[in-house]
């Protein structure tokens, strides 16, 4: 997974970078707000960024609040990291739309439970951004058919909307996914072929007691 570290001190980055690459990341480094901007809006942006509040610039949290305005399927899972560690902080973080905060100097193991963390969250946003383009394009190929549908009395025709009579089974096939197969039911059939549905009824089974 490629992550963006955006931290104007060097050591931080390196470290951070560090623990990552161990880990079998692929570490996109930014040296302060403007580059982690730029990076987040490329085509091949990281899909998961650490932020430094504090920075050069565009701070993390102005580069956090830009990037909630990239289109859906490119938000980035952002971890603000920051040696700010009060409770005001935190919950000012999160309000502004950060999936996870860090605190400076950072743990090794925290540092790679909370990338595993944000790994999983993406997984499932692709999952469920998926499932919802499958479920648009279902509905857009289902066609119902709603309201006073026209029907003549007598041969059963149906208006369709430009003012033309169509067969019954045209008109559905025309206004939803059905399809119709043909056959005859047991009182036209002795309408119209007396004699064949006498000799189908005799060679009925009969039914069990």
């Known amino acids: 997974m490629r ?3 955006a931290d104007d001190d ?3 980055r390196a470290i951070m970078g560090g623990i990552l690459e161990k880990s079998g990341h692929t570490a996109v480094t930014a040296l302060d707000g403007n580059e982690a901007w730029e990076a987040l809006q490329r085509p091949d942006a990281p899909r998961l960024a650490i932020l430094d509040w ?3 610039g565009m701070d993390g949290m102005d580069v956090l609040r830009l990037s909630r305005g990239l289109p859906a399927d490119r938000i980035p899972y952002i971890i603000i990291l920051t040696t700010k560690g009060e409770k005001s902080d935190v919950v000012a973080a999160l309000n502004a739309g950060a999936d996870d905060y860090l605190t400076k100097p950072c ?3 925290e540092l790679r439970a909370r990338i595993e963390v944000g790994r999983r969250m993406m997984e ?3 999952a469920l951004s998926a499932k919802v383009a499958e479920l648009h394009k279902a509905l857009d190929q289902i066609k119902t058919l709603r309201g006073i549908v026209p029907i003549c009395a007598n041969c059963k025709k149906i208006r369709n909307d430009r003012g033309y009579w169509e067969q019954v089974e045209v008109y559905v096939r025309n206004h939803s996914e059905a399809d119709f197969s043909h056959s005859i ?3 036209c ?3 119209i072929y007396p004699e064949f549905a006498q000799e ?3 060679n009925q089974p009969e039914k069990p007691e």
Request: aromatic fraction near 4%; hydrophobic fraction near 45%.
């Open 107 to 109: 743990d090794a193991g």
């Open 54 to 56: 504090i920075m050069p």
């Open 124 to 126: 499932m946003r692709d």
């Open 185 to 187: 039911c047991p009182e």
């Open 3 to 5: 992550i963006l570290i």
């Open 200 to 202: 189908m009824i005799k």
């Open 10 to 12: 060097f050591t931080s």
């Open 189 to 191: 059939m002795q309408k």
